[in-house]
């Protein structure tokens, strides 16, 4: 039996995770060049070429609902999570599917399985701050239920080096696959999907759907366990 990691060490790594995320979503809100301002003022008939071309721009990002214009403002809950499970999950989806397309390297190194567990843990911190959830604590917890199948609540571990495995480590081979292992425990592409992502040509689409499921069922699991656990917002 390969040695497993402690929940103290999982729970430091996912707070870390939470810490470096978080920010990262207020990137989304940046304006630099004013155009998500646009959106919120009525389009002005009398207006220069340039205007045109910014008011334009504006308009699609209006329409595509992105984070800071007048469309995301009047968005629902709901809406805003999907935006971030369909939106986001649809282009951070890409770098984990294509990355069987290394072949057997990519099968030797848990590349995809590591990407796929990042991914989907930026994806459910941000559906957990749509939901109004700040609280890391909480955060934590979740993305260790989810993605770890593990309950961090009142397991009484610290982050010392003493929990890190529940066996003890014999060489670096034994922690590198603890640490594989944490990471194929998140959802994964149901078996079909898997098996079709190994062949060459349609695999790297195969994989992509496969991923892109994996993450919707991520992300469902995040907002029932989020709804099911009380705690502070």
């Not at 060490?9 to 920010?23: E, H, I, K, M, S």
């Not at 990407?115 to 911190?125: K, M, P, R, T």
């Not at 109004?132 to 993605?147: N, P, W, Y």
Request: proline fraction near 6%; hydrophobic fraction near 50%; aromatic fraction near 6%.
């Amino acid at each position: 039996m390969s040695p497993r990691l402690g929940d103290g060490v999982v729970a430091a790594a996912l707070d870390a995770t939470a810490a470096g995320v978080g920010p990262l979503f207020d990137l989304a809100y940046l304006d630099p060049f004013g155009l998500k301002a646009r959106t919120f003022v009525p389009t002005v008939r009398e207006r220069t070429p340039v205007e045109q071309v910014l008011d334009a721009a504006a308009a699609v990002l209006d329409a595509g609902r992105v984070p800071g214009t007048a469309a995301w403002a009047a968005a629902s809950e709901q809406e805003r999570v999907n935006w971030w499970v369909g939106g986001l999950g649809s282009v951070s989806t890409l770098p984990v599917a294509f990355s069987g397309m290394l072949g057997v390297v990519g099968r030797m190194l848990p590349l995809q399985d590591a990407l796929g567990f990042v991914n989907q843990a930026i994806v459910l911190l941000a559906v957990a701050r749509e939901r109004g959830i700040h609280d890391r604590d909480r955060q934590v917890r979740m993305l260790a239920a989810v993605l770890c199948r593990r309950d961090l609540l009142g397991t009484g571990e610290t982050g010392t080096p003493l929990s890190w495995v529940r066996r003890p480590v014999r060489s670096t081979i034994d922690l590198v696959r603890a640490v594989n292992a944490e990471f194929a425990r998140r959802p994964q592409p149901s078996g079909a999907w898997r098996a079709l992502g190994v062949l060459p040509l349609v695999g790297a689409l195969a994989g992509y759907v496969g991923e892109r499921s994996a993450l919707s069922r991520a992300a469902a699991d995040g907002q029932q366990w989020l709804g099911a656990q009380p705690g502070p917002v």
